[in-house]
C-alpha cells in the first residue's frame, strides 16, 4: 500500500492546522485523558477543572485513507511537520478554532497547553499514561462549553484530530497552481 507524505509549504499555501477536532475516533488511535475534581496543593479542590489531555499529531503514525476510487493508501507526518504544525498553529493564533467531530464549530473550548514531546520517558504525556513517541505534538485544551463537557464525561469524545491544509504532492506544480486557485476563490 503506498504511503505519501504530508508536508507543509507556507508559501504554496500550505500551511498546516487551521482547527482541532474533538472526535470518537481520532485517526492518530490515540485517546486523550480527561483531567477533573483534581487535587492541587494545599488541600485546595476544583469542582471540575474541565480539561483534557492528549496527542494531536504523531510523527511517522500512518493514518489509514481511502480515495474517491475506494483505493486505500496512508498518510503520515515527519517529526519536522508535526513540529511545524504545532509552531504555525500558535504563531497564527488558532487556538481558539475548535469543531466537534470536523462537523461543527464550538465555542467555549480553546487550547490551554502545547508541546513537542522531546523525551517519552521524563515529559507530562507519562504522568497520564500515554504513549507518547518523540516528536509528538501534544497538548491540552480547556472546555468550558457544558454540552461539549457533557459530551466529553458520557465518553462521546475520545480524543483529537486535526483539520489543515498539508501539501502531498511536492512535485506536482499544476497541483499546487489549482489549489491556490481555490484557495483565491474562497478568500
Not at 475506494?70 to 478554532?97: H, W
Not at 491540552?140 to 465518553?155: C, F, L, T
Amino acid at each position: 500500500m503506498e504511503s505519501i507524505e504530508l508536508l507543509i509549504d507556507e508559501e504554496e499555501g500550505f500551511d498546516g492546522v487551521f482547527a482541532i477536532s474533538l472526535v470518537e475516533e481520532p485517526a492518530i488511535e490515540s485517546n486523550f485523558i480527561a483531567l477533573s475534581k483534581h487535587k492541587v496543593q494545599m488541600s485546595v479542590v476544583d469542582d471540575e477543572k474541565r480539561i483534557v489531555l492528549g496527542l494531536a499529531l504523531i510523527p511517522n503514525k500512518e493514518i489509514l485513507r481511502v480515495n474517491k476510487e475506494g483505493k486505500p493508501y496512508n498518510i503520515f507526518f515527519s517529526e519536522k511537520t508535526v513540529r511545524d504544525a504545532s509552531q504555525i498553529y500558535l504563531r497564527e493564533m488558532r487556538n481558539k478554532n475548535t469543531t466537534f467531530e470536523h462537523e461543527m464549530i464550538v465555542d467555549g473550548v480553546y487550547l490551554s497547553e502545547s508541546w513537542i514531546v522531546e523525551d517519552p520517558e521524563m515529559d507530562k504525556t507519562k504522568l497520564f499514561n500515554i504513549d507518547a513517541p518523540k516528536g509528538s505534538w501534544a497538548i491540552s485544551m480547556k472546555v468550558d462549553n457544558d454540552s461539549v463537557w457533557q459530551r466529553v464525561k458520557n465518553g462521546e469524545v475520545l480524543g483529537f484530530s486535526i483539520e489543515g491544509v498539508f501539501n502531498d504532492r511536492p512535485e506536482d506544480s499544476e497541483y499546487k497552481k489549482k489549489f491556490n486557485r481555490i484557495i483565491e476563490i474562497l478568500s
